[in-house]
């Protein structure tokens, strides 16, 4: 066990915070990162003993999470990979992109003074306001999810029936990406965000190597640039009233966006738009199928909609980590950060400290003052949590009036990933109201 003294985290847990299976076990990890709390290494060092990666800081509290993510000056996100990665992987990156540590240049891979102006060119259209003109739309598209839901039969895998169709046909919609391409945005989608799960990456490739599931990545991220070429082409010539329209028309200081920009402005929205949402939502109805008497008060007590949302999300925080890079020498959690220094804000880790969520593994409709990092926050706050917010919220508002119960009909499992995360089977029996 290391000690407070030198602030490096222990072996055994350094490695399982960048193991993909230690994130589909769940709860052994979420015991480490207790550990690394109660130990007083809510930040502290990761280092490889093989050198595999750069060493990194490891921010396992929700306060510290919570302040570097709001200091989007201090805590960057373009100097080296936003997501873990190891050494051999990022210059694998770099060389496939002439230098830069990002396959994608998104939303996610920047920062200021580009980011905020990137930003606002969608952000209206997410806004509750705006939202609201869809809500109809989305209504529709849940009603007949659920619809092809009992048409199952009373038994059946949640996320392929409801889960990952639902959430992606409703940013598709939004996207004006035509619904019989939507198959092969899900199959890139996973190729990019669920490279290290076999059944998730379709290679056909057992355990992957590292640099296997890069070449897998890159090629889903040319795939998406090819298509989004092609829809924003055609959205400059007769623009429409989707976001398609607003990326593929839009400008910074009076320029049009560039080509790479805009393909990672589509890629993110493509891509990150429907995973999340998808993982938040199969994990509310595992945690409503464990626990009938939960299932009844909250059908019974729709004031519990919203705090069904929030739960879920907090409960399996689909994003599970975000790497940063400090910009000057600084201090966090009484750590000495030093420039160019990495750094892990495990968001696991934060909506799972009990400082900040008393029992934080119970999934409760009912918490209170549910402040979850799931999100993000700051300049880099998820651009859609009010649009995953309205489609579960309908989505919940369906199914609970349209079931009388449900349960477990097997054994769920969890997707293999250190980065986006969640179910990837959830096989349910169900009763119809």
Same mark, same amino acid.
């Given at each position: 066990?290391?000690?407070?003294?030198?602030?490096?985290?222990?072996?055994? *847990?350094?490695? +399982?915070?960048?193991?993909? &299976?230690?994130?589909?076990?769940?709860?052994?990890? #979420?015991?480490?990162?207790?550990?690394?709390?109660?130990?007083?290494?809510?930040?502290?060092?990761?280092?490889?003993?093989?050198?595999?990666?750069?060493?990194?800081?490891?921010?396992?509290?929700?306060?510290?999470?919570?302040?570097?993510?709001?200091?989007?000056?201090?805590?960057?996100?373009?100097?080296?990979?936003?997501?873990?990665?190891?050494?051999?992987? !990022?210059?694998? /990156?770099?060389?496939?992109?002439?230098?830069?540590?990002?396959?994608?240049?998104?939303?996610?891979?920047?920062? %200021?003074?580009?980011?905020?102006?990137?930003?606002?060119?969608?952000?209206?259209?997410?806004?509750?306001?705006?939202?609201?003109? *869809?809500?109809?739309?989305?209504?529709?598209?849940?009603?007949?999810?659920?619809?092809?839901?009992?048409?199952?039969?009373?038994?059946?895998?949640?996320?392929?029936?409801?889960?990952?169709?639902?959430?992606?046909?409703?940013?598709?919609?939004?996207?004006?990406?035509?619904?019989?391409?939507?198959?092969?945005?899900?199959?890139?989608?996973?190729?990019?965000?669920?490279?290290?799960?076999?059944?998730?990456?379709?290679?056909?490739?057992?355990?992957?190597?590292?640099?296997?599931?890069?070449?897998?990545? @890159?090629?889903?991220?040319? !795939?998406?640039? &090819?298509?989004? @070429?092609?829809?924003?082409?055609?959205?400059?010539?007769?623009?429409?009233?989707?976001?398609?329209?607003? *990326?593929?028309?839009?400008?910074?200081?009076?320029?049009?966006?560039?080509?790479?920009?805009?393909?990672?402005?589509?890629?993110?929205?493509?891509? %990150?738009?429907? !995973?999340?949402?998808?993982?938040?939502?199969?994990?509310?109805?595992?945690?409503?199928?464990?626990?009938?008497?939960?299932?009844?008060?909250?059908?019974?007590?729709?004031?519990?909609?919203?705090?069904?949302?929030?739960?879920?999300?907090?409960?399996?925080?689909?994003?599970?980590?975000?790497?940063?890079? @400090? $910009?000057?020498?600084?201090? #966090?959690?009484?750590?000495?950060? +030093?420039?160019?220094?990495? #750094?892990?804000?495990?968001?696991?880790?934060?909506?799972?400290?009990? $400082?900040?969520?008393? !029992?934080?593994?119970?999934?409760?409709?009912?918490? =209170?003052?549910?402040?979850?990092?799931?999100?993000?926050?700051? +300049?880099?706050?998820?651009?859609?949590?009010?649009? @995953?917010?309205?489609?579960?919220? *309908?989505?919940? =508002?369906?199914?609970?009036?349209?079931?009388?119960?449900?349960?477990?009909?097997?054994?769920? /499992?969890?997707?293999?990933?250190?980065?986006?995360?969640?179910?990837?089977?959830?096989?349910?029996?169900?009763?119809?109201?």
């Amino acid at each position: 066990m290391a000690t407070k003294a030198d602030h490096i985290v222990p072996e055994e *847990i350094g490695r +399982a915070v960048i193991d993909p &299976a230690a994130y589909a076990a769940w709860d052994p990890l #979420l015991d480490q990162f207790d550990m690394l709390r109660s130990d007083g290494l809510q930040v502290a060092r990761v280092v490889s003993s093989a050198d595999l990666h750069e060493p990194f800081w490891l921010v396992s509290s929700f306060d510290e999470v919570m302040a570097a993510s709001k200091d989007n000056t201090t805590f960057l996100n373009h100097p080296k990979p936003t997501v873990f990665t190891l050494r051999s992987t !990022d210059a694998l /990156a770099r060389a496939i992109t002439g230098g830069s540590p990002h396959l994608v240049q998104s939303l996610v891979q920047l920062d %200021a003074p580009l980011h905020p102006k990137l930003r606002r060119l969608t952000q209206d259209w997410f806004m509750p306001k705006n939202l609201r003109t *869809i809500e109809q739309r989305v209504r529709t598209i849940a009603e007949a999810t659920v619809d092809r839901l009992l048409q199952a039969g009373g038994e059946g895998d949640f996320t392929k029936l409801v889960s990952s169709p639902y959430p992606l046909h409703v940013v598709m919609q939004i996207l004006g990406v035509p619904e019989e391409d939507e198959q092969r945005m899900l199959v890139l989608t996973q190729q990019m965000f669920g490279g290290q799960d076999e059944e998730l990456n379709q290679s056909g490739i057992k355990d992957l190597p590292p640099e296997m599931i890069t070449q897998i990545v @890159a090629g889903a991220v040319k !795939d998406f640039e &090819a298509y989004f @070429a092609a829809l924003a082409a055609e959205r400059r010539k007769n623009p429409t009233d989707d976001v398609a329209t607003v *990326i593929a028309n839009g400008t910074i200081d009076g320029q049009p966006l560039d080509d790479v920009v805009t393909a990672g402005y589509y890629i993110i929205t493509a891509s %990150a738009g429907h !995973d999340t949402t998808s993982a938040s939502t199969a994990g509310a109805m595992l945690a409503l199928a464990r626990d009938p008497e939960q299932f009844a008060r909250v059908k019974a007590e729709r004031s519990l909609l919203a705090g069904i949302v929030e739960e879920a999300i907090r409960w399996t925080t689909p994003v599970q980590h975000f790497m940063r890079t @400090a $910009s000057v020498d600084t201090e #966090l959690g009484g750590q000495k950060i +030093a420039k160019d220094d990495w #750094l892990m804000l495990n968001y696991v880790a934060a909506n799972h400290d009990p $400082s900040q969520f008393p !029992d934080p593994r119970r999934f409760d409709a009912a918490r =209170e003052g549910n402040r979850h990092l799931a999100f993000g926050a700051g +300049a880099h706050q998820c651009l859609g949590l009010h649009l @995953a917010r309205l489609e579960m919220r *309908i989505l919940f =508002e369906v199914l609970l009036d349209r079931l009388d119960s449900v349960e477990l009909a097997g054994e769920p /499992a969890r997707a293999k990933s250190t980065f986006v995360g969640g179910l990837k089977r959830l096989p349910l029996r169900w009763k119809a109201a």
